[in-house]
């Protein structure tokens, strides 16, 4: 019998001393993209690809009109790819990656969103965040909460 063609050892010595496999996870680490995680990562995706869509539609449309509307649209995208990309990727570095983020992305949208109600004349176009991001049913206030609440309860599993 060759090299090739020898068949693992069945026994369980031998199973305990085979080396994890890259499918098992370590005790205590947890998928941020799994349960209520898929739905983060599906609105982050969502939103990733909404942004982008809006930000280069409204550069290539005439920047000059509102630089930093659409500024600010991009700035949105490139937030929410990233914690998409976290949550995809998972661990504790990039869950404290993507937990970072939702707090700037909040911070973002509440600092945007007052701004625009407080001068509406600096945004002559609106942007992913304007008005608390009731031109997208406030789901951008609500899903960097959403977001923290999941990444804090990742922590504890």
Known sequence: MSDTERRPDPSPEAAAAAPATPSSSPKGSFELGTGPGRVLVWFY???????????????????????????????AAVVYGFITYS???????????????????????????????????????????????MGYLFIPVILPVTGMIWLRRAKRA
């Not at 000059?64 to 500024?71: F, N, Q, T």
């Open 45 to 75: 995706g969502v939103f990733t690809v909404a942004a982008a869509s809006r930000s280069i539609v409204e550069v290539i449309r005439g920047f000059d009109r509102a630089p930093l509307a659409y500024s600010l649209s991009a700035v």
């Open 87 to 133: 949550l995809v990727r998972g661990g504790e570095k990039a869950r404290r990656a993507a937990l970072a983020c939702c707090a700037a992305e909040l911070l973002g949208v509440l600092v945007v969103g007052a701004w625009t109600l407080a001068e509406p004349s600096a945004f002559p176009d609106s942007t992913v965040w304007s008005d608390f991001g």
